[in-house]
């Protein structure tokens, strides 16, 4: 069954501190994932898009990772701030025209 | 540039009763997303138009109807409102379809509430 699953579920850290949170996929063939925030109230926003052919891929504190290998994706964020603070959700496309959505981290970063 | 709009940000609405939801791209996108977003779920799709004319299926389409009114814009209609129905509606656009890697640009989403 094609399926994204994310852990954790939540997190909590301090600001100013490190986290990575993960992504396992089991989706195939698979073309590309993909990595969105969202903010309370807000709808998702495209931090990253990955290719099968990508192994790491930078924006700004925001670094992902991908082994395409092991269906493992990983969002490292470095050096928190407090508008990190959100859901973050991966995503993997099925298919030509399907996305199939993990149910996401949700980030609280505190002072 | 607003990128995608929806109307109205917020319903209340009563079984039985009918509503539409309103979206807008002005990106110029050939393809539009309905999406639904419940706790505990990753977003769903209920319907899609990969192109102006054309509309299909997505994951859970029942209880729903769509228009693509225009290459802009791309309507959600909800006939007859049903408790089960209450979440949190989003519409989406890119420039192609969803498999490429053409990035997903989201609207700010409708919050839907049925008694």
């Known amino acids: 069954k094609n399926q994204v699953e994310q852990s954790p579920q939540s997190l909590i850290i301090l600001e100013g501190k490190n986290c990575t949170l993960q992504c396992n996929y089991t989706v195939s063939p698979f073309s590309n994932l993909r990595w969105y925030k969202q903010d309370t109230g807000r709808g998702p926003v495209s931090l990253t898009i990955?290719?099968?052919?990508?192994n790491t891929k930078s924006n700004g504190r925001y670094t992902a990772t991908l082994d395409a290998d092991t269906k493992q994706s990983s969002l490292h964020i470095t050096a928190s701030q407090l508008s990190d603070s959100a859901s973050y959700i991966c995503?993997?496309?099925?298919?030509?025209?399907?996305?199939?959505f993990g149910t996401g981290t949700r980030l609280q970063v505190f002072p | 540039n607003a990128g995608v709009t929806q109307t109205p940000k917020f319903q209340v609405l009563k079984t039985g009763q009918s509503m539409t939801l309103q979206c807008a791209q002005d990106m110029n996108h050939n393809s539009m997303y309905w999406y639904r977003q419940d706790p505990g779920m990753g977003l769903r799709l209920i319907y899609y138009?990969?192109?102006?004319?054309?509309?299909d299926k997505g994951e859970v389409p029942n209880g729903y109807n769509v228009s693509r009114l225009n290459k802009r814009e791309f309507s959600l209609r909800l006939e007859s409102a049903a408790p089960s129905q209450t979440s949190v509606y989003f519409c989406?656009?890119?420039?192609?379809?969803?498999?490429?890697?053409?990035?997903?640009?989201f609207g700010p989403g409708t919050r839907l509430t049925v008694t």
């Open positions: 138009s990969a192109s102006e004319g054309t509309t």
């Open positions: 990955m290719t099968f052919s990508e």
């Open positions: 995503v993997v496309p099925y298919n030509t025209d399907k996305l199939i």
């Open positions: 989406a656009s890119s420039e192609i379809g969803q498999g490429s890697s053409y990035e997903q640009y």
